[in-house]
């Protein structure tokens, strides 16, 4: 495993001597950055070790007759040291595409670079709205509220909940859950009956659960992190409350049950990624990762792998003419992208992705995944 | 005014040299390079300098330890964002703006603070800073909390396009220098001496006459000041300002600039600020290790030079021999 890494590291800085070297042998570069060290840490080494699979994977599969490199580069998901490595990337002309940065506000000021000079962006969690708007060169494949709100309306218009409370907490992801949630509810015919919004730190929820269920609610949508929800699941659980608790894919954590304990049972929530899917590529992945790198991939190790993969994809398609705005072209038509985190697609003109998202219920103490 | 004599007087060939190397070496050098990402680093030293310097103005002169800093630079970042977005008001309006806003700010804070000494005051700072980053990250509807503020206008003055690597240093190396010169004539003066008096033994100062307090209001206003200028420059050359970047981990890297460079000295910050900034860059290709190795290289010089890289007294003898400052010779007139 590290032999693979330096090599591919060695090879990403020696690559421009290299170009010469074997000219008759082409080779394909690609950036990621991403933080390696810092207080993100955990999180770049996730996607490191997710792209040296699929990067691995797909040069041994020999699908375009030259080897695809990435060039690693550490930002610490740090603003000075993201729009620095930009610039690297944006100087290096080998570079076709790039993948990263981790945070947000990473992204958005490399973003600004990579606009201004015309190189593809593709993060594997950048989550901001105004990401893909700096200009058509971003993309990103993380689903937010936008996408997930909605799904969530329908799936409790479907099982018939025609009421609805809505929970959740008081910052700016908070109101996006109830926004999106909300409109899309109340697109299906359903009605809000009530909307609370806690503020962080605030576990007590017996006065928000006493009030709400005077509305006489079918379902409850929660929008909050697990350790919030286990208190409420908990407490909705102590006041004997029976509507349905429907929840955010931020759930999707089994400390959630573990804390909860018998309050979580037939809570319902989706998520993009489901370690313990009985697919059979997402068992592949999860099980070489765990080879590998003596660790259990997460949604974060999950994301970054299908954004390698939809960047190695769009390579694929633009072959034998890989060039910025090819690979930008063929990254924007990407469309079902059998991933590990669901079927992608990228919207051509938002840069927005759309996943199937996995519907999930606790039952028995374990996440069940239902059959649509 | 007796200064202007001096500098009528002769010419430093120090700062002719450093005026080639900033404005003409370095700008040769970069576009021979054609590297939009070196120019990025030596731009983002540039502002950092300007940072290092006001710092030093604080902490190196005064000795009032500041350890919120960066939100003073934060406010400089987002009154440029807020009213050229908003307002859609061109950088010369925005960046003196900045300044004004951070160094009024910097009068309110330091009002009630300025009594306060040594630990209390660098304590004071820390609870302001976190104030300030608070308040970035909570009133939404000023500041756009969480989300930052985004699409920040390059640098365009009178509709002149100053937004390409080699225009846009140019336009911050020159302010840069300006406040170089600025932290120079307030360090290197009776005025830096009264400063250094009060860092001293603030009530052997007293004594002898000087106004302490209103000393370090002003010193803390004008080093503010600076910082807003920094930001404004800081916002337009990125282009998106968020309060994450405005944390306390970042007066601490300001602060560990001056050590490192030297307390107290004027070229020891722009040294700091240029070897913390360009060694890790400088170290990617170690890898991981790299923020590790700047950590070491930082306690080595803390452990060898505990005055800094380039300390107080060289600064100040540099200064005397190399740029005259106050001091003319013929008449005996000036400060030692």
Redesign the interface.
Known sequence: MTTTRRTLLLAGAALPLAGAAVAQQRTVTLGYQLPLTGEFSQYGERFRNSAIMALDAFNRSGRIPAQVNIVFEDTRSDPREAVAVARKFVDNRDIVAVLGDFSSSAAIQAGRVYAEAGMPQLSQTASHPDYVKISPWQFRNITTQAYEGPHVARWMAANGVKRVAVVSIQNDWGQSVVSNFADAFKATGGEVVATQMYNPGNREFRAVLTDIARQRPDAIYIGMFYEDGAAFLQQRRQLNIRAPVYGTSSMYEPKLIELAGPGAEGMYLSTSFMAESPEAHVKAYVEEYKRRFNSEPNMFSAQAFDAVNIMLEAIARAWPDVTRQRVRDELARTKDFPGVTGATTFDPETREPAKTLARMRIQDGKFTLIQN | MRGANVSDRRFPPLAIALGAAIFVLVPLGLSLAD???F???AI?TLIFSILALSMQLITGVAGLLSLGHAAIYGVGAYTAAILSTRLGLGPLLTIPLSGLVSGLLGIALALPTMRLVSIYFAVATLGLGEMIYVTLLNW?SFTE????I?NIPPLRPLGIDLSGPLATYLFVAVITAIAAVIVHRCTHSYYGNALRAVREDDQCADAMGLNVVRLKIEVFAIACFLAGIAGALWAHT???V?P??FRFAESILILAMVVVGGLGSVPGAIIGAALL?LL??AL??V??V??LMVGVVMFLCILFLPRGLFGEVSALSLARRQLGAAWQQDRGVGWR
């Not at chain 2, 909390?145 to 930052?148: R, S, T």
């Open positions: 590297s939009g990402y120019f990025r680093l983002v939404v909390g969480p989300l930052g985004g990125t282009g998106y968020n994450g970047d900034l890790p860059e990617r290709a890898g991981e790299r923020i």
